[in-house]
């Protein structure tokens, strides 16, 4: 099970912190990514971490504002946000891979276990 926190309202140019917390060891041995989502779109990559976390990957929308990162010891992969945009606006969601995570995997079909999601919404 997962659960996303740290969503929030700010204004443009603020930063935000989201934590994804796994229940037991399920992120260890998995890739973890971020997805967003706005309502009629489809959900949408934005970063990705390995299970060991030595690789990460970004959409180019957030590549150099947007950093996860990951602690096992917590079970908690966390994405900040910094220079957040009004575009950025989203409910944000994490997942835990399908397959065993030595790779980034970007597709929602790659992902089997998602959390609620936490919404960020982001004033101009």
């Known amino acids: 099970q997962l659960a996303e926190s740290g969503g929030g309202t700010v204004q443009a140019g603020a930063s935000l912190r989201l934590s994804c917390v796994a229940s037991?060891?399920?992120?260890?041995?998995?890739?973890t990514g971020w997805f967003r989502q706005t309502p009629g779109e489809e959900r949408e990559f934005v970063a990705c971490?390995?299970?060991?976390?030595?690789?990460?990957s970004y959409a180019d929308s957030v590549k150099g504002r947007f950093t996860i990162t990951k602690d096992n010891a917590k079970n908690t992969v966390y994405l900040q946000m910094n220079a957040l945009k009004p575009e950025d606006t989203a409910d944000y969601y994490c997942?835990?891979?399908?397959?065993?995570?030595?790779?980034?995997?970007?597709?929602?079909?790659?992902?089997?276990?998602w959390g609620r999601g936490t919404q960020v919404t982001v004033s101009s």
């Open positions: 997942a835990k891979s399908r397959l065993f995570g030595d790779q980034c995997f970007r597709a929602v079909g790659d992902f089997d276990y």
């Open positions: 037991g060891r399920a992120l260890n041995m998995h890739t």
């Open positions: 971490i390995t299970w060991n976390g030595d690789m990460t």
